[in-house]
């Protein structure tokens, strides 16, 4: 794909603009992946965090 192609949107926005999976789709999520808190903010650390978001990920649809 040429850059200007690509428009303001850059690589993400040919990303999004595929069509969505027909099919079921599974949700996979790592609450206590190799990633620190230092590394990213968002990380949930500790027990609460961690059953919090586990939760919330729950909630999204998460599968695995």
Known sequence: M???ARGAGG???AV???PMARGP???E???NGSTSKEQ???VPEGPGE???DAL???DAGAAI
Do not use: K
């Open 25 to 27: 789709v599974i949700i």
């Open 16 to 18: 999004r603009s595929r």
């Open 2 to 4: 040429q850059p200007s």
């Open 56 to 58: 919330a990920c729950f």
């Open 11 to 13: 690589r993400n926005a």
């Open 40 to 42: 990213n903010p968002h």
């Open 29 to 31: 999520v790592a609450i």
């Open 50 to 52: 961690i059953a919090a």
